[in-house]
């Protein structure tokens, strides 16, 4: 039996979203034909739509189905967005120093449009120095990505403090949202966001499927990055996934119905985690503890010990873990996040847990990882 303990990469599908999926697979019409079979794919999207728009707090007609965060992040991260009937471009981009990838290397600006906002000890947004970069430059129209939660170390950003600031500088919030939404309250009225974008993945429908949501019908796109039969009202071409879709509303559905419960036996099972950690690795040190963390992550460094080393030997022992984000075409990098943290040591082991994490997953982890240990410290002590 293996310990699949890597739900920030990807969560497996839900039985929900597999029996929802295989029904749309059943379905022939194409959402934009006008016959009674384009006319019953539309109604699925629709409701689909409706279910994900309601739960993060927006009006239906206000979010964009994408092929997954990436997508969205790309699409919303551009200086051609506007407010109401000011079509003024934004000039500046601020994104927190640990955000993903998609972010970092994903969005419309050109690179000296973009700022870095710096993290804390702790790996939160430090609300100081985004104070500053939005007073230095006042004069600009200013975007500014910041994530609900980062995806290697667990840690819950302040958004809603830093909307307030954005706002007052009349800014906008843009807000990775991947990695919060179905494990915490994420919405527009929890975050303070302008717009959010996630992922069907990480919440356990099929890979393939995202969203970008709006906060209110005043923000629009100017410049689509795919063009084509005008789908998803003229902000994303191309004929929907149903099946993808589908899926994806039927894990989100379930996911914010058991948000509350989940969110206290993940935070269990973590903690028991990281109690097996300490018992094989005193000097273990879990990252982002003094912060908000999500309560299914726990990514911790162990002194004396390579992370990729034990991520490989775990791995032969029948446990999944990661070393940070799994967006890096499969290999073991140094992390962004954890330089920003001003960590020397930029490796780190990463646990995230999910629906289908059990006790007994845990407990195997921790056998595998005391015997792992108990080797490491005897090649250490024979050298």
């Not at 000890?121 to 430059?137: E, F, K, M």
Request: neutral net charge; aromatic residues 4%; hydrophobic residues 45%.
């Amino acid at each position: 039996m293996r310990a699949y303990l890597d739900h920030n990469a990807t969560t497996p599908l839900r039985p929900q979203a597999r029996a929802a999926m295989l029904a749309a697979l059943d379905m022939v019409g194409n959402p934009s034909s006008v016959h009674a079979e384009g006319r019953a794919a539309r109604a699925a999207v629709e409701g689909a739509r409706a279910e994900i728009a309601a739960g993060v707090g927006t009006a239906t007609k206000n979010l964009v189905f994408t092929s997954g965060a990436t997508e969205a992040a790309n699409l919303i991260l551009t200086p051609f967005l506007q407010r109401g009937h000011d079509e003024a471009t934004f000039d500046l981009l601020l994104a927190g120093a640990g955000e993903h990838a998609a972010v970092l290397q994903g969005r419309r600006f050109p690179p000296g449009n973009v700022e870095s906002v710096a993290l804390t000890a702790d790996g939160i947004v430090a609300l100081d120095a985004l104070s500053g970069l939005l007073q230095r430059n006042k004069e600009r129209r200013i975007l500014v990505a910041l994530q609900a939660a980062n995806n290697e170390t667990g840690a819950v950003q302040p958004t809603r403090a830093a909307a307030d600031l954005i706002h007052a500088a009349g800014g906008l919030l843009i807000c990775d949202a991947t990695q919060a939404v179905g494990r915490i309250e994420t919405t527009f009225a929890s975050t303070g966001a302008d717009a959010l974008f996630f992922s069907s993945h990480k919440l356990g429908g099929p890979a393939g499927a995202g969203a970008l949501a709006l906060a209110d019908d005043a923000l629009h796109i100017r410049e689509a990055l795919l063009r084509g039969g005008g789908q998803e009202s003229g902000r994303r071409a191309g004929t929907e996934n149903l099946a993808a879709i589908l899926g994806f509303a039927a894990a989100f559905a379930v996911a914010k119905e058991t948000l509350a419960e989940e969110a206290e036996r993940l935070s269990g099972l973590r903690g028991l985690l990281e109690e097996k950690v300490k018992e094989s690795w005193p000097e273990a040190v879990f990252l982002s503890a003094g912060a908000p963390r999500l309560p299914n992550t726990s990514a911790f460094q162990t002194p004396g010990g390579k992370a990729h080393t034990l991520l490989m030997a775990l791995d032969m022992e029948g446990i999944a873990l990661s070393t940070g984000s799994a967006c890096s075409s499969g290999k073991v990098r140094r992390s962004h996040v954890l330089a920003a943290m001003g960590l020397e040591e930029t490796e780190a082991l990463r646990a995230s847990l999910g629906w289908s994490t059990t006790r007994e997953h845990v407990d195997l982890f921790g056998i595998a990882f005391a015997r792992i240990a108990k080797r490491i410290r005897a090649r250490r002590t024979a050298a």
